[in-house]
């Protein structure tokens, strides 16, 4: 469905640039790229509320922050990865992330110290007015604006000003030190501490095996246990695809290997989640020491209803083996002086504590948005083709795979948006709306885990619909085969450029 609208008024603004990113870090380096080379020309800006680039990457410096992705899958298409490592670790991303800013000349487009906190959209005069409160590295703050006829948020959707922490009984009575992995101090000294870690996800179990060679005793304490597979960290078959074939071409090999095989583990998961339940049991148990209670491991949802955790070389088993390292699995009845009491009435006593509790999920990067002098609740708009939104114009907001590496899906969704402004100008449009008629029947979240990270926010998400364009599907192989074919006016509502308009 096509509809050509006429916006009201007179235009009476000039977009500063054509297109606004926000967020430098993985994805905002990824989109300044595909339009650098699918649209030459395009004016942009990208905007980071951080001093550095990196994004999740500069973000968490904990011990042991690593991708829980595989980095042939996890780096860019067009800039192969080299590095031995196939499980990487956070200092090793980052400087891949600056390299290829560096080499682009997409660093010299950053803004630093710029924290968008609203964007108003006129349909008069077709751009985005975007308000940022931008800090100098002294601490000086002030309100810059800007305009762009298209925003597209690259920021993720974690809360980067503050984790998530539940309120623990008692946590004032005790005498250590408590810590989030969100927020880790570079001065803290774990040798010879016990110390204890709140949770099973991603997080905890790379804090696990990274502190315990210092930590006197390393304790994971979970609610629930958390499905955990290990895979080695360098893969010799990518080596060997390097010496025999080009790099680009090698890269492209092993990206699409990786990528294939983690979906159809996805979808074995699925399927058959009884036989794919024994599988993982099985992997993780095998290296474990005699006499290990496997219900640490055995999860009560199926396969992949939440992320799986990734452990490279097993890391994480070796320590529980070598007696570095234990799992438990109890709640927390309440903390005091020397440790937690659990409703089991045992007691763990710990020096430091880490509450590797999770993390905030946020729409949009809590940007305030209007359109058209309306203010927009995240929750009434319903995600089309993976990026855009019902009733936003000219906006999207990248979001990757849950079952897969974030960069697979966001470089299909910069392609996207290097194409969809090529069709306004080719067609003579000042915009496109996906049509808020579109969606039909009851909305489903947009993030399909029912990880608690995710649940938290549920209501504050957008939705999706129940069919195409209004679907987010979490598989990368039909999405790459619709991106090459997808129809750029379906379900839109497009405004024509008025004579005299330029942009």
Not at 43 to 57: C, H, K, N
Not at 149 to 171: N, T, V
Request: net charge negative; hydrophobic share 40%; with cysteine.
């Amino acid at each position: 469905m096509t509809t050509t609208a006429t916006p009201p008024g007179t235009p009476t603004t000039t977009a500063d640039l054509d297109v606004l990113i926000v967020g430098a870090g993985l994805s905002g380096i990824g989109a300044a790229y595909r339009l650098q080379e699918m649209r030459p020309g395009t004016t942009y800006e990208i905007l980071e509320a951080r001093q550095a680039m990196g994004g999740t990457w500069d973000l968490f410096r904990y011990p042991g922050i690593r991708s829980d992705s595989d980095m042939y899958t996890l780096s860019y298409p067009f800039k192969p990865w080299t590095n031995e490592k196939a499980i990487a670790d956070g200092d090793d991303i980052r400087a891949y992330i600056e390299e290829t800013a560096r080499e682009s000349g997409i660093a010299e487009q950053i803004r630093f110290g710029h924290k968008v906190v609203s964007a108003s959209w006129s349909s008069a005069d077709a751009c985005w007015t975007v308000t940022s409160v931008v800090t100098s590295p002294s601490g000086e703050t002030e309100e810059v604006v800007r305009t762009a006829r298209f925003l597209y948020l690259c920021s993720g959707y974690y809360d980067y000003d503050r984790g998530y922490a539940p309120e623990f009984p008692g946590l004032d009575d005790f005498g250590g030190q408590v810590v989030h992995p969100q927020f880790w101090p570079e001065d803290l000294d774990y040798s010879g501490k016990r110390v204890v870690v709140i949770g099973s996800g991603a997080t905890a179990i790379t804090l696990i095996p990274s502190m315990a060679d210092d930590a006197a005793h390393v304790t994971m304490l979970q609610r629930s246990p958390t499905y955990i597979t290990s895979l080695p960290q360098r893969d010799p078959l990518a080596a060997l695809t390097r010496k025999v074939l080009p790099a680009g071409t090698a890269h492209r090999v092993t990206r699409l290997r990786h990528a294939t095989l983690a979906l159809g583990f996805y979808q074995f998961c699925r399927a058959l989640p009884s036989a794919a339940r024994r599988v993982l049991l099985k992997r993780a148990t095998a290296t474990l020491p005699a006499g290990f209670d496997p219900t640490h491991l055995t999860p009560a949802y199926n396969p992949w209803d939440q992320r799986l955790c990734i452990v490279p070389n097993g890391d994480l088993f070796k320590a529980i083996r070598r007696g570095q390292a234990s799992i438990v699995t109890d709640r927390i009845a309440t903390f005091d002086e020397t440790g937690i009491v659990l409703e089991s009435g045992e007691h763990l006593e710990a020096d430091i504590v880490v509450t590797a509790t999770g993390l905030q999920v946020v729409s949009f990067g809590k940007i305030a948005l209007e359109v058209d002098g309306r203010s927009v609740d995240p929750h009434t708009l319903y995600a089309y083709k993976g990026l855009m939104f019902s009733g936003l114009p000219n906006l999207a907001w990248c979001i990757g795979y849950t079952n897969a590496s974030w960069t697979l899906r966001a470089d299909l969704s910069h392609q996207y948006v290097a194409r969809y402004l090529r069709h306004l100008d080719e067609h003579g449009y000042a915009f496109g709306t996906p049509d808020e008629r579109g969606p039909e029947g009851e909305g489903a979240p947009v993030l399909d885990l029912s990880s608690g990270y995710v649940q938290r926010a549920v209501q504050h998400l957008p939705q999706q619909g129940r069919v195409r364009p209004w679907t987010v599907r979490q598989n990368w192989m039909l999405d790459a085969v619709d991106h090459r074919r997808t129809d750029l006016d379906e379900a839109m509502v497009w405004a024509p450029q008025r004579v005299g308009r330029t942009a």
